[in-house]
Nanobody, 125 residues
């Protein structure tokens, strides 16, 4: 099981970035997959997740209306479109996955089993 995340970078406040995460060694059909982030000195937090059973999506309050998660089972990829970025969105972003139903809280990092390497997003003011 491998997850490869990419798409991070430096952007001004108000700008947009699109993160992608490609899975290999397994198919996303049977997994929930989410995005998490960790800012310097802070704990890792859930950003957004797509559920395995019906594709329902979940967002942290801080990103609702600005971020959109999309899962493409055919390409085994999940993307996170981030618009209207703010300096407080600066963090290392990780994609992570967990087997179908094997979770309680889809925005809780400890519920996820497999993690990508992270991609840095920096938003300047």
């Amino acid at each position: 099981v491998q997850l490869q995340a990419c798409g991070g970078g430096l952007v001004h406040a108000g700008g947009s970035l699109r993160l992608s995460c490609t899975a290999s060694g397994f198919t996303l059909d049977d997994y929930a997959i989410g995005w998490f982030r960790q800012a310097p000195g802070k704990e890792r937090e859930g950003v957004s997740c797509s559920r395995d059973t019906d594709g329902s999506t979940y967002y942290a309050e801080s990103v609702k209306g600005r971020f959109t998660i999309s899962k493409d089972n055919a390409k085994n990829t999940v993307t996170l479109q981030m618009n209207n970025l703010k300096p407080e969105d600066t963090a290392v972003y990780y994609c992570a996955t967990v087997a179908a139903g094997d979770y309680n809280d889809l925005l809780r990092p400890s519920d996820f089993d497999y993690w990508g390497q992270g991609t840095l997003v920096t938003v300047s003011s």
